[in-house]
């Protein structure tokens, strides 16, 4: 069974541009969640998509965006890029998303901005 | 406020040694504690899932424990190995969190030399 597919693995952009990052869970899957790593903060819930709907939201600004199609593929897009926006950016499924499922982590997209 | 805290921040022991991870939260109402181990350049990796009833749980070498009442939880790893330099997060779960389904800490980076 494939695994959490990323893509790009790297992307290098620059202040004002914007960005879009792919994710294809796990077949079967339809929970996915995408993660903004850095190394001074950690993990970071940026949001979660079921069934083409988003259902939970972290604390990010409005610049962030996803969506989910009906295959559960999703998308993350980032707008007006920062130079704080530099990190891993992660995505992650499991089967529906409730609390007691392992979640499935691809590799994650590395995003620099200069 | 929810938190995870983990400690050390990071660890260097000699191959074949044993070591202690340890997480504490803060994270209410609990609905479940997670290990992950990310390698570097890698997506983070589930060890282990642990619902409130459950005080230790075993992965191969690495065995998590957790104490719901004082809100701790450690992970041990025995013999240790080349293979075990990674991070290691500790992830809880709490329910019906509104915007944050899972909160993380930090990681505790962990390096087995020869």
């Known amino acids: 069974k494939a695994g959490v597919t990323q893509t790009p693995r790297y992307l290098i952009k620059t202040r004002g541009q914007q960005v879009t990052l792919s994710c294809s869970p796990i077949?079967?899957?339809?929970?996915v969640s995408w993660y903004q790593q850095t190394p001074g903060q950690g993990l970071q819930f940026l949001f979660e998509y079921f069934s083409e709907t988003q259902r939970n939201k972290g604390n990010f600004p409005g610049r962030f965006s996803g969506r989910q199609f009906s295959n559960s593929r999703s998308e993350m897009n980032v707008s007006t890029l920062e130079l704080g926006d530099s990190a891993l950016y992660l995505c992650a499924s499991s089967l529906d998303g409730e609390s007691n499922q392992p979640q499935h982590f691809g590799d994650g997209t590395r995003l620099s901005i200069l | 406020k929810n938190q995870v805290e983990q400690s050390p921040q990071s660890l260097i022991i000699l191959e074949g040694k044993n070591c202690t991870l340890q997480?504490?939260?803060?994270?209410?109402?609990?609905?479940?504690l997670r290990w992950y181990k990310q390698d570097t350049g890698r997506g983070p990796v589930s060890l282990t899932i642990?619902?409130?009833?459950?005080n230790t749980k075993s992965n191969g070498r690495y065995t998590a424990t957790l104490d719901a009442d004082t809100k701790q939880s450690s992970l041990h790893i025995t013999a240790s190995q080349l293979s075990d330099s990674a991070s290691y997060i500790c992830?809880?779960?709490?329910?019906?969190?509104?915007?944050?389904?899972?909160?993380f800490g930090k990681g505790t980076r962990l390096s087995v030399i020869a």
């Open positions: 642990m619902t409130f009833s459950e």
């Open positions: 997480c504490n939260y803060t994270v209410s109402p609990f609905s479940n």
């Open positions: 077949s079967g899957h339809r929970s």
């Open positions: 992830v809880v779960s709490a329910w019906n969190s509104g915007n944050t389904p899972l909160v």
